[in-house]
Nanobody
Framework: QVQLVESGGGQVQPGDSLRLSCAASGGTFSRYAISWFRQTPVKEREFLAAIKWTEGSTFYTDSVKGRFTISGDNKNTVYLEMNNLNAEDTAVYYC????????????????????WGQGTQVTVSS
């Protein structure tokens, strides 16, 4: 089973940028798509973006298109570059894996994911 560790969170000011990392180990990464979600105490876990590891194809929820960018490297790490952050981006950010052969329409459903990281806190405040 894939183990995931997120990092890169912190406290930033409105308008700042931040890059989150998701390091994977313990599995065949090429079998999966890797997604980023976020969650606050008052909202359900929200899908943000996904990347199919072998193809490099990416998917975004409409609310972050043009502002967030998902990417991967050859060291089993996936990144989420976040620009022009605002207070509504304050949340715990998680990465998770889902079989890449599954329909991309399923990527937004957190209950379909097997492996999750522990999360990294992002706080946007002036």
């Amino acid at each position: 089973q894939v183990q995931l560790v997120e990092s890169g969170g912190g406290q930033v000011q409105p308008g700042d940028s931040l890059r989150l990392s998701c390091a994977a180990s313990g599995g065949t990464f090429s079998r999966y798509a890797i997604s980023w979600f976020r969650q606050t105490p008052v909202k359900e876990r929200e899908f943000l973006a996904a990347i199919k590891w072998t193809e490099g194809s990416t998917f975004y929820t409409d609310s972050v298109k043009g502002r967030f960018t998902i990417s991967g490297d050859n060291k089993n790490t996936v990144y989420l570059e976040m620009n022009n952050l605002n207070a509504e981006d304050t949340a715990v950010y998680y990465c998770a894996v889902i079989p890449s052969t599954w329909s991309t329409s399923w990527y937004q459903h957190p209950n379909l994911y097997d492996s999750w990281g522990q999360g990294t806190q992002v706080t946007v405040s002036s």
